[in-house]
T-cell receptor, first 113, second 113 residues
Framework: KAGVTQTPRYLIKTRGQQVTLSCSPI?????VSWYQQTPGQGLQFLFE???????NKGNFPGRFSGRQFSNSRSEMNVSTLELGDSALYLC????????????FGPGTRLTVT | SQQGEEDPQALSIQEGENATMNCSYK?????LQWYRQNSGRGLVHLIL?????REKHSGRLRVTLDTSKKSSSLLITASRAADTASYFC?????????????FGAGTQVVVTP
């Protein structure tokens, strides 16, 4: 099976712009989660989607949003970018069964200037 | 604040030695997972241990879980230069959805040939 793919891999944006990141999960995985990784805050959970519904949300401002499509692909959007949004954004998918590990994509490296 | 705290923050060993890192967490969990990350890339799942398990093995990896102390340890035996990476513990809380991982700050392991 193909792994989790994320596009784009690298992105440079200017403060105030908005950005959309994409994630394609492993075939058959309906749960997709997003994480932000920064040197200062480490790995932080953003949100989880399951069958097109947001099942859980982390402690991030409303500028961070996401959605999931019927084919389980997911996108996350960050509006009005701030310098502090510079981070590695990781997407992960997991099998339908509950007590299983997550499979991570390679991440999107976002730099805000 | 992060759910897990890892100890040590950094570890430097020689090939062939064992590496042990510890993780403590604060609240009740469904499972605890260990991941590896090489140089800012995506996370690779190593092992998952459920809350009703005490020990698990996978190749050169051994994980223990003590729910009474809310702690876990990861042992890598006979380490290799290729084991150089950051290692993270992550928990799924009983109060959360299965797709939400809460990560520790990580242990940076350097294995010198």
């Amino acid at each position: 099976k193909a792994g989790v793919t994320q596009t784009p891999r690298y992105l440079i944006k200017t403060r105030g712009q908005q950005v959309t990141l994409s994630c394609s999960p492993i075939s058959g995985h309906r749960s997709v989660s997003w994480y932000q990784q920064t040197p200062g805050q480490g790995l932080q959970f953003l949100f989880e989607y399951f069958s097109e519904t947001q099942r859980n949300k982390g402690n991030f401002p409303g500028r961070f949003s996401g959605r999931q499509f019927s084919n389980s692909r997911s996108e996350m959007n960050v509006s009005t970018l701030e310098l502090g949004d510079s981070a590695l954004y990781l997407c992960a998918s997991k099998p339908p069964a509950s007590n299983y590990e997550q499979y991570f994509g390679p991440g999107t490296r976002l730099t805000v200037t | 604040s992060q759910q897990g705290e890892e100890d040590p923050q950094a570890l430097s060993i020689q090939e062939g030695e064992n590496a042990t890192m510890n993780c403590s967490y604060k609240t009740s969990i469904n499972n605890l997972q260990w991941y590896r990350q090489n140089s800012g890339r995506g996370l690779v799942h190593l092992i998952l241990i459920r809350s009703n398990e005490r020990e698990k093995h996978s190749g050169r990896l051994r994980v223990t879980l003590d729910t009474s102390k809310k702690s876990s340890s990861l042992l890598i035996t006979a380490s290799r230069a290729a084991d150089t990476a950051s290692y993270f513990c992550a928990t799924v809380l009983t109060t959360d959805s299965w797709g939400k991982l809460q990560f520790g700050a990580g242990t940076q392991v350097v294995v010198t040939p």
